[in-house]
């Protein structure tokens, strides 16, 4: 039985839009992640470290090999950090630059001066290494919007809401050009030589200058919104709205090499120059690196959005349904990710074969594509066409010899879907053999049982419905919840079958007269998806607030809850040894099953714990009260030091002993024997053993350290008031006494 589960990888979002930079030496990006900034190292697409605070949102970003800067929004701050070494202190100073957000910022080529613009349209340079500003520029109108230096002169160059580029002289702190030619805001600059720079901005037009003069030589019209501009081998590389890359020749600015258009929409926000090739970003923050014929070497995914759906691909691989058109292909080892596409909707479900290495998946465009893997690469064989919604399921068939599969759908359908004669060589000839109206609500799951003889749909009708596979006729429906169905499983093993429901409840029902056999009670949101493990023993469960459940199928008990989402968990897979979750929080998360780590671990520590209580026996019973008493501190017995403490004290030089034992004690022993001291102090059986402690303990030569360590401070406050109950007691008690020998006393003398 599973009952402990670590999390031994994720797959997080690193690049969520905003400022994206490309270290100097090309091996690290430094992305803006919602408020944070992350660096990531380009060779694994894994971030490896993480700057800033979620409370004040970074805007824009800088860096070199060693310094990263950050400008945030609330604190109005640019703060300085130091990258590189994960070991040393990461921030090295924070200054506010502006009385204003900063908008833009950029460093020179020798990384020794940081030049950053805001929305007051000021700029002003920075000495790095010595903390001042060495410059302020004063002329734009409005918020300043790109920063950069030149690669060889102290020139930088500027650009605002006043859609002019701005060239200021450092060394005479003057403006030396004022380059007007453009019509929308300017988002790329690219210098092909000391005088010649390119412009290109919104106004889909490439303007080539002459910085000697300031004079415009040449407006090139590009037809398309450039977002991003870059060298590659030789040629000016544009990215845009199009989402095509193409490279004109420097000279005669004509396009000499152009991608063909995508199969789907997609916009290009940045384009940075990397290695031999460039590196594209897109809209929906894919980081595209291409080679100098512009053909995709490596994508990284910095966004994820909800993953809606895992299912396993080819050997060591996973196929995730995210809240896009793509369907992503991960690495379960390295967590690389590749992308297929061929959906014009979002995709909404997905199923593997992995007999055959057959993929399907449905979508919001309202059909059901059948994908082929060969040589770990997935292409597109089929495409099932007939419902008129969204195909919110689909589930292969799991025998070898006639291969099928099925999907539901918004239009309230189930259709089930087959290659001529159940031939997996036919696949491209796949027809629908039926069509069954199956709900009166929406539905949202569709399972095949392992024998392929049933089919099980769960609908926003709250019901859950068999069916027969070779001829959709109805075999049952399962009533009960109280809200829609969002997941449905057959057992592995049994004839029963797992429904997950939006009020919160998994339900096991049995097949032979459909009724519910037990009800799992836990969750404290909808139930969104649920798994059976350990051949039917166990069932994992996951809900909308990000909890995941594994339980006891036969008790029903939740054997173990695991957190690790902040939002709703939409997906499972379970294998023999993990468990894989992904949810709205665009985490992709790997549970591994260290049960019988833990459980030897425990007996480990279990052993050690004897062994350790008999050699504090045997010091006891040798007299060594010394070495027994550490011994019980650290080994965290608190009444066997108070037994330890009362067998010292019954010496004839007990309390001497106790005071020269005390005054070795390290402080976090120290630490451990007040909060003794504190609890043996609430029994007045003790009280006396333990003010003995208290006073060998003030009265040794470590108490002049006590006023100055916070920590003890909770263990004194909790002794006070017992001890003065302990002694008003004790006053009470020798009051009645004495007046008991005075009563005694006077009875005496009255017999005389």
């Known amino acids: ?133 060495t410059h302020q520029f004063k002329g734009s109108k409005g918020v300043v919007t790109l920063l950069q230096f030149h690669p060889k002169k102290l020139h930088l160059f500027s650009s605002a809401d006043d859609l002019l580029v701005k060239v200021w002289d450092l060394e005479s702190s003057t403006l030396i050009h004022n380059l007007k030619g453009h019509v929308s805001p300017v988002t790329s600059l690219v210098f092909l030589s000391d005088t010649i720079m390119i412009s290109g901005g919104r106004d889909k037009v490439l303007s080539t200058w002459d910085l000697s003069s300031g004079g415009l030589k040449e407006t090139l019209p590009v037809f398309e919104v450039i977002e991003g501009m870059a060298l590659c081998d030789g040629h000016v590389v544009t990215a845009g709205d199009k989402g095509v890359l193409r490279a004109w020749d420097k000279t005669s600015n004509k396009c000499v090499l152009q991608q063909e258009p995508p199969a789907l929409k997609r916009e290009f926000v940045n384009l940075i120059s990397y290695k031999a090739g460039v590196l594209a970003v897109t809209f929906d923050q894919n980081i595209l690196i291409y080679n100098k014929e512009l053909e995709v070497e490596k994508n990284l995914i910095g966004y994820n959005d909800e993953i809606i759906d895992i299912k396993p691909a080819f050997e060591g691989h996973l196929a995730l349904a995210t809240n896009s058109e793509q369907i992503r292909i991960v690495n379960s080892d390295t967590l690389a990710t590749s992308v297929l596409s061929g959906h014009s909707g979002t995709v909404l479900s997905i199923d593997t074969n992995p007999e055959h290495n057959l993929l399907a998946s449905s979508s919001k465009d309202c059909s059901v594509i059948i994908w082929k893997c060969e040589d770990g690469s997935y292409s597109q064989v089929a495409t099932c066409t007939g419902h008129t919604s969204a195909v919110s399921g689909v589930a292969w068939s799991h025998l070898p010899e006639n291969i099928f599969v099925v999907s539901v759908s918004s239009d309230l359908t189930l259709k089930l879907w087959q290659p001529a004669k159940g031939n997996v060589q036919k696949l491209h000839k796949t027809k629908c053999v039926y069509t069954v109206k199956a709900h009166e609500k929406d539905i949202n799951c569709v399972t095949v049982s392992p024998n392929d003889k049933f089919i099980i749909t769960g609908s926003l009708d709250k019901t859950a419905k068999v069916w027969s596979s070779d001829k959709g006729n109805l075999l049952g429906v399962l009533r009960g919840h109280k809200r829609g169905i969002w997941s449905a499983r057959f057992s592995p093993v049994d004839q029963c079958v797992l429904t997950s429901s939006g009020d919160a409840l998994v339900k096991l029902w049995r097949l032979s007269d459909f009724s519910c ?9 909808s139930v969104l998806n649920c798994q059976f493990t350990s051949l039917g023993r166990q069932l994992v469960s996951c809900c909308a607030d990000g909890l995941i459940k594994v339980w006891d199928t036969q008790t029903s008990e939740c054997v173990t809850t695991l957190d690790g989402h902040a939002d709703k968990c939409w997906a499972l897979m379970v294998t023999e040894g993990e468990i894989v979750s992904g949810a709205a929080d665009s985490l992709l998360c790997f549970w591994r099953d260290v049960t019988a780590e833990e459980e030897e671990e425990e007996i480990k520590e279990e052993q050690f714990q004897s062994e350790q209580q008999q050699e504090l026996r045997n010091l006891v019973f040798d007299g060594k009260f010394a070495a027994a008493f550490s011994l019980s501190l650290a080994l965290n017995m608190p009444f066997k030091c108070l037994s330890v403490a009362e067998k010292i004290l019954e010496l004839e030089d007990g309390s001497t002993q106790l005071r020269n034992l005390i005054e070795n004690l390290q402080m976090d022993q120290i630490e451990s024997l007040l909060e003794y001291l504190a609890t043996w102090n609430t029994n007045s059986k003790h009280t006396i053993i333990a003010q003995n402690v208290l006073f060998a303990l003030l009265s040794s030569g470590q108490s002049r350290s006590f006023a100055s360590n916070p920590k003890l401070r909770v263990h004194w406050e909790a002794l006070i008031p017992y001890t003065e109950r302990h002694f008003e007691r004790l006053s009470k008690l020798q009051q009645q006494s004495t007046f008991l020998q005075y009563t005694w006393d006077r009875m005496k003398l009255s017999e005389v």
């Open 1 to 133: 039985m599973k009952k402990s589960f670590k999390i031994s990888k994720k797959l997080e979002p690193f690049y969520t839009g905003g400022g994206l930079l490309l270290s100097p030496d090309q091996e690290f990006l430094f992305c803006q992640c919602e408020n944070l900034v992350k660096v990531v190292e380009i060779s694994t697409g894994q971030a490896v470290q993480c700057f800033g605070n979620e409370e004040d949102a970074a805007i824009t970003i800088c860096g070199d090999n060693e310094l990263l800067f950050t400008a945030h929004r609330a604190s109005l701050l640019i703060k300085q950090w130091k990258w590189k070494n994960p070991g040393e202190e990461a921030l090295v100073r924070s200054f506010k630059a502006h009385p204003v957000p900063v908008t833009s910022m950029s460093m020179d080529s020798s990384s020794s001066l940081l030049a950053s613009g805001a929305t007051d349209s000021v700029i002003r340079v920075w000495d790095i290494e010595n903390n001042y500003c």
């Open 517 to 525: 056999i037990r009800t799992y009670e836990g969750h404290s949101a």
